[in-house]
């Protein structure tokens, strides 16, 4: 039975110029539908009781039919800025709503649920939340009715941002329901991630199946591929659990910090919702002013696999300090044993760097495993040997997995004939491994190397 309707109203913003994407974005094709259209038909699915539509006259055009449920406000001043578009929206509610929610007609990711939440902390009484970053916070946006003097006050590009913060004290940031939910679609390479999670590009290209444990190696995208599967999964519905057995920086999410192992399976049972993801960790501190988790022992993270928590586990096993390329130390990589999957990452920015610490975490063990001399270029045949060799990448490997190379940020000039150099060494010595060529940056992936 569909919940009733709020008293929260939805104002959906598109009349911006699309500068930076280089043309009309709205209506640009996004797995099978104009982009618009995702966050409309999100909005038009939620619990919101009205719906505003902000576009100007030519962006109105070519959206053509529209969701009868929205109502369309024409700006014929969208030059000057955002502020126009947030009067001309709240103008539009008058006098009928306690709240409006803005929401940005560029983000194709928004679900109904992500959108309820900010309808259900309005009617629980807050009167300001945002979406939580990361380092920052993102639309969509909630105002109550005491704040809509000052957002009919602002002149300009400012959009509400000056309003919120003024009042930041107040706010409550919201987390998403998975890592790129508040994708906000700028550039081309923004609509090919996109584009990825709608289309679950990277979980096909690694033959994901339900039931999954996957750790991640190495260096040079981990974090981001984990925070793509994430989405991708969850994005179709699906519930994720993700966690590491190192320590991280806090992604964005919803986070449970639980030093109890025992009392895991009942709150993640409790917390951990079909599409959304859930990152798990026993600790909290701050590193630098920023909050690092601290994971969960790999036995911890066995037990959580055989109770069948989740329908997927990702867990990101290794630490790269943000360097395109790594040899394990000694007591690395720190994988579950009930790992189905182990996917190693190399950055193809570390080709043609020196061999030494500024570039390689573990240079001296690269050198060892590779033959490479101190500070020489590093050329693709180090890549392949330190994904092949018995202590390299896939060192401590759980025997009879499925293993996969990915060679992470394929958009650089360059990058696909180095990775495809790369395949050809690896098929020679492991043809046992599956190899990707990735643009975790522009939502690119494609599969050089099948195995055998």
């Not at 939805?10 to 618009?36: D, E, H, M, N, Y």
Request: proline share 7%; with cysteine; aromatic share 4%.
């Amino acid at each position: 039975m569909a919940l009733p309707k709020s008293e929260v109203a939805g104002v959906i913003l598109a009349a911006g110029f699309s500068t930076r994407f280089g043309g009309q974005k709205l209506t640009t094709p996004l797995a099978g539908r104009p982009l618009a259209s995702w966050a409309l038909g999100a909005a038009s699915a939620s619990r919101l009781g009205r719906l505003v539509l902000v576009t100007s006259p030519e962006t109105a055009q070519e959206l053509g039919d529209l969701p009868a449920s929205l109502e369309v406000v024409l700006n014929h001043q969208a030059q000057e800025g955002q502020a126009s578009s947030l009067r001309l929206g709240l103008e539009a509610l008058g006098q009928d709503h306690s709240h409006a929610l803005f929401l940005l007609a560029d983000q194709p990711l928004l679900s109904p649920a992500l959108i309820d939440s900010f309808v259900d902390a309005a009617e629980d009484g807050c009167d300001l939340a945002t979406l939580a970053g990361e380092n920052s916070f993102s639309p969509p946006t909630l105002f109550a009715r005491r704040f809509w003097l000052e957002l009919l006050a602002l002149r300009g590009d400012a959009g509400g941002r000056s309003v919120f913060e003024e009042h930041r004290d107040e706010a409550v940031l919201l987390p998403p329901n998975f890592p790129l939910a508040g994708l906000d679609v700028d550039t081309p390479g923004q609509l090919g991630l996109a584009e990825a999670v709608l289309t679950q590009r990277y979980s096909g290209a690694l033959e994901l199946e339900r039931g999954d444990l996957v750790s991640l190696v190495g260096a040079g995208g981990k974090t981001s591929l984990l925070e793509a599967l994430a989405s991708e999964q969850a994005a179709d519905g699906k519930a994720v659990l993700a966690t590491t057995t190192t320590q991280v920086f806090r992604p964005s999410g919803a986070v449970l910090i639980e030093p109890h192992e025992d009392w895991l399976p009942e709150r993640i049972e409790r917390l951990l919702s079909p599409g959304a993801c859930l990152t798990v960790a026993s600790e909290s501190s701050l590193v630098e002013g920023r909050a690092k988790l601290k994971g969960l022992a790999p036995s911890s993270v066995d037990w959580l696999w055989e109770a069948v928590v989740a329908p997927l586990i990702l867990v990101e096993a290794d630490g790269a300090r943000r360097m395109p390329l790594k040899a394990p130390r000694t007591h690395e990589p720190v994988i579950p044993m009930t790992t189905t999957m182990l996917v190693g990452v190399l950055g193809l920015s570390g080709v043609g760097q020196p061999v030494d610490e500024e570039h390689v975490l573990g240079a001296s063990e690269f050198c060892a495993l590779t033959g490479a001399s101190p500070g020489q270029p590093v050329e693709p045949v180090h890549l392949a040997t330190l994904a092949t060799h018995p202590r390299g990448l896939f060192k401590k490997a759980p025997a009879r997995i499925r293993k996969v190379l990915v060679l992470n940020q394929g958009e650089l000039p360059g990058a696909g004939e180095v990775a495809r150099q790369v395949a050809e060494l690896v098929s020679k010595q492991d043809p046992s491994l599956r190899v990707l060529l990735t643009s975790l940056r522009r939502g690119e992936c494609e599969v050089l190397l099948e195995e055998d």
